[in-house]
């Protein structure tokens, strides 16, 4: 959610553990990207969040939490993604796919979705980079889409077009 600050993600973020850092992502223009990103003070306290803060509400929104890239959660970092990240490209998953077991290099996370994109749209869309096997735009625990979505390719050098593209 936009009108998040720092201080609002830290103390949502604190139910799981004790925050060293939190920040709220902006971009040039220094609007919010809708991305935090928060820094515990051990790697378990980043698991708990990962597993017990998802999908939880935060400024009207449910959030996706996740390890961040830059560090994972064995640094003790996770980033949560609240619906949007900015971009609308999509960006390469650290933790394997939960479904089959696939290598995550196949697999791309895909923010700032209109809210009306359902699963098919965004399949289709996706299939440009090369050969979908799954799609999946996420809900909330009210049933309304949070603007982000997964595409799971056959190959990971589709993955890696539909990231380039």
């Not at 299939?127 to 049933?143: L, P, R, T």
């Amino acid at each position: 959610p936009y009108e998040v600050t720092w201080q609002m993600l830290k103390d949502h973020m604190a139910k799981a553990g004790e925050v060293a850092h939190a920040d709220v992502k902006s971009g040039p223009d220094g609007r919010s990207k809708g991305i935090g990103i928060v820094r515990y003070h051990s790697a378990e306290d980043a698991a708990t969040a990962i597993e017990s803060l998802s999908e939880t509400n935060l400024g009207g929104r449910d959030i996706f939490v996740r390890a961040d890239r830059g560090g994972g959660a064995a640094a003790g970092h996770t980033r949560a993604v609240g619906g949007r990240d900015g971009g609308g490209r999509g960006e390469r998953r650290d933790a394997p796919s939960a479904r089959d077991g696939e290598s995550d290099a196949c697999t791309v996370f895909v923010g700032n979705l209109p809210y009306e994109v359902t699963w098919q749209v965004l399949k289709d869309h996706m299939a440009k980079a090369g050969q979908v096997a799954h799609a999946d735009v996420k809900s909330g625990s009210d049933g309304r889409s949070m603007g982000i979505g997964i595409v799971r390719y056959h190959s990971a050098e589709d993955a890696a077009t539909a990231i380039e593209s």
